[in-house]
């Protein structure tokens, strides 16, 4: 029965820096479908989170509705979690954010949750830059209300009840770059390979990291002529490169040909190893990931892998310059420092 | 790697690892279910079809199945594969009767003579009886069931538990032959038998002629099978109050223990070896030891010490095992004084040997080294074509549940020799994979994995058992305590079975597994795919199995060597590309036994 998972792991678990084995990244044992995209996800996140050697009480997951914002439950048992309303997932983080700026914060949303209801909310988290990772399970419909067309369908797709959707499709990555996100990246549930390293990056980098996921709902959405099923989105899949995340106090052993790979730094002194990168493609140049990006769509392509990365970005805490300590650990007389200091201040304007 | 070939009746089978370890293929996870379902006589019946004597085997096995069992490798204990066949005979009821063969059957003209009375002759004599054959049994004890009745003591098996077993055998219709030792082959050849069955054991006890001392107190110096025979038959019923058992094997245990029970009070157990190298099982030492019967190690026996033409006790050295570069190991003095251990008694359980003096050696059947049969290991057939051989007779000492594996290759290679049929011709097992799905989350077996660790098997105490020699002192477990411990097993039968082309390769399978079996991968040499899994397949004895290509070019790759076969996989795959099907493996007899 699914509603109970074996206690018993595999005897030869090796055990991260901090001590925990991949097991102790788990959650609740799912309730999404057999084979939604989304639960590869949530394996992706933990075992990012699990090879980053991250204490699970550092982090916090935050979610909208949809069934991709049920996923929190299904990961990191041990971490602090909050399950928003509707599209507004975003305003959450930010207060937690502003609240706490030590946490690691992981938001995860749907299409629906970020580019229908909460597209209002998703475009100011990119423009303050918040220091976030955000997933989105994208799947080109709203799961769990019955797989109704979302505004990241493809004009002509077509869904389980065989009516092709008539509108554009809002593609979230092209949004992101447009709109200045300081870390954009696609990827595919079905390709830990790209998407464990991409996870790992988003976490060190330090603002707003988007990651648009193609996640097929195989109930609603992976019927022919869809193009998030996985038989399409694997046979038009290309990447701009592959991926490898090094952390920061390992060595980098491989050699690299120069001419085919390139090795960025990220701010905590990681770095993100990029190899076979595709032709006039600068992960650092923002218009050449645009020009990529509308290339690919052009060729009928899906564009995946890292497309664009600014390592030194100021994030919502740097623009608005706030104090070391986070807020909520600031006591009262920080924050209220009394008569004599209001006296000081009010004779330095006289 | 090439795909795995789940069509070869062995791949499956090799996965459910305790029917596999089991020398008589008894299919335990399926007597295992029958008994949490309170269906003890069926649970009885699938063990005797296979082993012959559940009740016995559920108190004595060996029980190569344990040490193999997937739990173990998952947590502390395997499942107690042995204590829960026990359960089945303890609580069957006279239905079994029912379903076993019932006499007399239709004579097919064929004699055949089984010359000893063991296990591996009441095996061959239940396969055969049924198809007609006139059996006769020759065993110079009173009764039958060979060591099962002189060797093992009434408080591990007692005697009615096995009067039981060797009475559904004989039966069928066999002559018996008892008090009949039977001191020529010759004479046996002479008469009108289509095929002879040697199944006489390994009934010569090891001694220590050389050792100073040794015939100079004969009356007080017994070699341990003889001794514990002659208790069993009542003919010994004391001995003193000083004992010293030599030897470190199961024999020393049950005649140290024994011992105990006849007036030995200050009972002790002397090895050569360091405690670590007994041969006994752990088991039994323990068993022993909470007799308070302390066992001295690395101390071997240097002379029996006589005083006044009287037994004083024996001497021994003190040495210390050395091991060179090889892992060889040897014993080497310690320097430290000899020791003097008093003793009234001297049990000599060092070893035991075949014998055949009553085997002419001119009659075409070869023996070779260390004077044991030359036999086809297949067949059990000797050189000479009507004489075959089965059990500690054919393979020297080993145990009960062998000597039954042989008796039912015997009896299969008796009968096609007696219809003039190729013996190597044999017949295959009989397979059978059967779905298990009833819904979304629902199997027809019990799927779910309970966390409980191994239940004890409660004891009578001391002050009861060590009084009568007879007291079983094992109580097995009552009916709850065999429902959970029987929940403990993971029905490794059920077997995870792909179809590689309804797989999407949505990864489902891999992010619910608990126990991180399941990897797509690029296909490669198996050495290299080993290091490349969800989790490395370091356990080399467990197989991989591979599909064919998948639509990416990767292929699936289940290590089945921590499968808890929980269906997990199953459940979670959108298109039932993983099935739990149970795989039903049965070793074929001479006779079909359940029908
Ligand atoms: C002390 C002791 C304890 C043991 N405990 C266990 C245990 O707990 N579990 C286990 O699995 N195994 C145990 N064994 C081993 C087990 O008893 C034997 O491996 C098994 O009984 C062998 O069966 P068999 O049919 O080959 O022969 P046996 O059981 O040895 O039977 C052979 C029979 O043939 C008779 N015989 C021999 N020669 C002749 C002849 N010429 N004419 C007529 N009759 C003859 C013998 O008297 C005997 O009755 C133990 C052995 C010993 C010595
Ligand atoms: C305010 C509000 N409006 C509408 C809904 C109904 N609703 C629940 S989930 C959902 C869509 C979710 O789609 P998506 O974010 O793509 O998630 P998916 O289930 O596809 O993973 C909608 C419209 C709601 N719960 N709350
Ligand atoms: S409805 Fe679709 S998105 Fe929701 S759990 Fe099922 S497969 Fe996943
Ligand atoms: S868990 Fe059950 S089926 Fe598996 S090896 Fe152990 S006893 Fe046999
Ligand atoms: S049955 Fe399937 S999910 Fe369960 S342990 Fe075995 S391979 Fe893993
Ligand atoms: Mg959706």
């Known amino acids: ?350 | 790697m090439n795909s795995t070939n789940i069509k070869d009746p062995e791949y499956f089978h090799k996965v459910v690892d305790c029917q596999y370890a089991c020398p008589a293929h008894t299919p335990v996870p399926e007597y295992i279910r029958l008994i949490a379902a309170g269906r003890y006589s069926d649970a009885y019946l699938i063990n005797w079809e296979s082993n012959v004597f559940p009740g016995v085997l559920g108190r004595t096995c060996d029980r190569p199945c344990e040490p193999a069992c997937r739990r173990g490798r998952v947590e502390e204990e395997p499942v107690a594969i042995c204590r829960l066949k026990r359960v089945a005979a303890d609580n069957k009821t006279d239905d079994v009767l029912m379903h076993m063969p019932k006499g007399p059957f239709a004579p097919n003209g064929k004699k055949i003579a089984l010359i000893g009375g063991g296990p591996a002759s009441l095996t061959v004599a239940r396969d055969l009886a049924p198809l007609g054959y006139e059996i006769h049994l020759y065993d110079d004890q009173e009764l039958g069931g060979g060591m099962m009745r002189s060797q093992i003591p009434a408080f591990r098996l007692p005697e009615s538990v096995l009067n039981e077993e060797v009475d559904y055998i004989l039966r069928l219709g066999i002559h018996t032959h008892f008090k009949t030792y039977v001191n020529s082959m010759k004479e046996v050849l002479e008469k009108d038998y289509d095929a002879v069955f040697v199944g006489t054991g390994a009934p010569k006890g090891g001694d220590l002629p050389k050792l100073p001392g040794r015939w100079d107190a004969a009356d007080h110096i017994h070699i341990g099978i003889q001794w514990l025979s002659s208790v069993a038959f009542g003919h010994t019923d004391k001995i003193g109050r000083k004992v010293i058992v030599l030897g470190g094997g199961n024999t020393a245990m049950d005649c140290c223990r024994t011992a105990r029970r006849l007036g030995g009070e200050e009972v002790k157990v002397v090895v050569r070896s360091p405690f670590k190298d007994m041969k006994a099982s752990p088991w039994e030492i323990e068993d022993a030891m909470r007799e308070d019967i302390p066992i001295l190690n690395c101390m071997p026996p240097k002379e029996f010490v006589i005083e006044n033409g009287k037994l004083k006790g024996v001497l021994f050295e003190k040495v210390k095992a050395v091991y060179d570069e090889n892992g060889r190991r040897s014993l080497v003095p310690t320097g430290e004084p000899d020791e003097l251990i008093e003793a009234d008694d001297v049990l000599v359980a060092i070893g035991q040997e075949n014998s055949f003096p009553w085997i002419e050696r001119d009659l075409g059947i070869e023996f070779g080294k260390w004077d044991m049969p030359v036999l086809d290991k297949t067949t059990f057939q000797s050189t000479l074509s009507k004489v075959f051989f089965g059990g500690d007779a054919a393979l020297g000492p080993k145990n009960v549940i062998t000597a039954v594996a042989h008796g039912h290759q015997a009896a299969i290679s008796i009968d096609l020799y007696c219809r003039e049929k190729d013996l190597f011709e044999r017949p295959a097992p009989t397979t059978n994979l059967i779905h298990m799905k009833m819904g979304i989350h629902e199997w027809a077996y019990d799927s779910a994995v309970v966390p409980d660790q191994r239940y004890k098997v409660p004891h009578a105490v001391k002050e009861v058992t060590l009084v009568n020699r007879k007291m079983e002192v094992e109580l097995g477990f009552d009916q709850p305590t065999g429902f959970k411990e029987a929940q403990r097993c993971f029905n490794c039968d059920v077997q995870t079975v792909f179809n590689t082309s309804r797989c999407i390769e949505c990864d489902a399978c891999v992010d619910i597994c608990p126990t991180s079996c399941i990897t797509f991968t690029a296909n490669g040499e198996e050495e290299d795919l080993r290091t490349r899994l969800t989790a490395p397949a370091i356990n080399l004895e467990q197989d991989l199995y591979v599909s064919d290509n998948l639509p990416t070019g990767r292929v699936m790759v289940k290590d089945e060597d921590v499968c808890l076969h929980c269906g997990l996989c199953a459940e979670r795959c959108p298109t039932a590309a993983w099935d739990m099907q149970q795989y039903l493996y049965a070793v074929t007899k001479a006779t079909k036994i359940l029908v």
């Open chain 1, 1 to 350: 029965m699914s509603y109970q998972r074996p206690v018993f792991r595999h005897p030869s678990l090796s055990k991260n820096e901090v001590g925990f084995t991949r097991a102790d990244y788990e959650g609740a044992i799912s309730t999404l479908c057999a084979g939604c995209g989304h639960d590869s996800i949530s394996g992706s996140i933990a075992q990012a989170c699990y090879e980053m050697s991250i204490e699970p009480h550092r982090l916090a997951k935050l979610s909208g509705i949809g069934c991709s914002s049920k996923t929190p439950t299904y990961f990191l048992g041990k971490s602090h979690g909050f399950n928003s309303v509707h599209g507004r997932m975003p305003s959450v983080a930010t207060g937690a954010l502003l609240a706490n700026k030590d946490l690691i914060y992981l938001g995860v949303s749907g299409d629906g949750d970020t580019a229908s209801i909460g597209m209002g909310q998703f475009v100011h988290a990119v423009r303050r830059n918040l220091n976030m990772v955000y997933i989105v399970m994208n799947n080109g419909c709203y799961g769990l209300t019955k797989g109704q067309d979302s505004a990241t369908a493809d004009a002509g797709s077509i869904n389980k009840s065989g009516s092709a959707n008539p509108f554009q499709a809002i593609d979230l990555v092209g949004l992101g770059l447009e709109l200045g996100a300081t870390f954009v990246a696609r990827s595919f549930s079905g390709d830990k390979t790209q998407l464990v390293p991409l996870i790992k990056a988003a976490i060190s980098h330090p603002g707003f990291a988007l990651i648009d996921v193609l996640s097929p709902c195989v109930t609603f959405n992976n019927n022919p002529g869809s193009t998030k099923s996985y038989d399409f989105v694997r046979a038009h899949m290309e990447a701009t490169a592959t991926v490898d995340f090094v952390p920061e106090k390992k060595e980098i052993t491989v050699d690299y040909d120069e001419g085919t790979s390139r090795r960025l730094k990220l701010h905590d002194g990681s770095y993100i190893q990029l190899q076979k990168l595709a032709d006039n493609w600068d992960p650092m140049d923002r218009d050449s990931a645009l020009v990529a990006l509308n290339e690919a769509r052009a060729k009928n392509e899906i564009l995946t892998g890292l497309l664009y990365v600014q390592p030194e970005s100021r994030n919502l805490h740097g623009l608005l310059n706030t104090v070391d300590t986070p807020l909520n650990e600031l006591k009262e007389e920080d924050l209220c420092p009394g008569a004599a200091t209001l006296d000081s201040i009010n004779q330095g304007f006289r």
